[in-house]
């Protein structure tokens, strides 16, 4: 099993929506995600809840496949790269770890 784990930071506003409503809206959109891609085994999404600062991120994405080709499969998915445009406009910064359990 190969775990995907992303962390990103977002803007506190984009086009005049508020950091908090980016958020839930990016949350949502990701969590549709294993209804639309087979080779998504397990995902969760989890939102900060508290802290600031340089070494806090606001969401996080832990998602499991069952190999780096089903890694590969899901990351060129249609689905998985409309989500993609949405974080291009709000994320600062983006983070990953894959790892083989």
């Avoid at 005049?16 to 891609?37: A, D, H, M, T, Y």
């Avoid at 190999?67 to 983006?94: M, S």
Wanted: with cysteine.
């Amino acid at each position: 099993m190969l775990q995907h784990i992303v962390l990103w930071k977002i803007k506190e506003d984009f086009q005049g929506v508020p950091k908090s409503q980016l958020i839930q809206e990016f949350k949502n959109k990701l969590e549709r995600l294993p209804e639309l891609i087979s080779d998504i085994d397990h995902l969760q999404v989890f939102v900060n809840v508290e802290g600031e600062g340089e070494q806090v991120c606001d969401l996080c994405l832990f998602s499991v496949h069952a190999d780096q080709k089903a890694l590969q499969r899901y990351t060129e998915h249609p689905e998985h790269q409309k989500v993609l445009l949405f974080a291009k406009n709000i994320v600062i910064e983006r983070r990953v770890v894959d790892a083989i359990s």
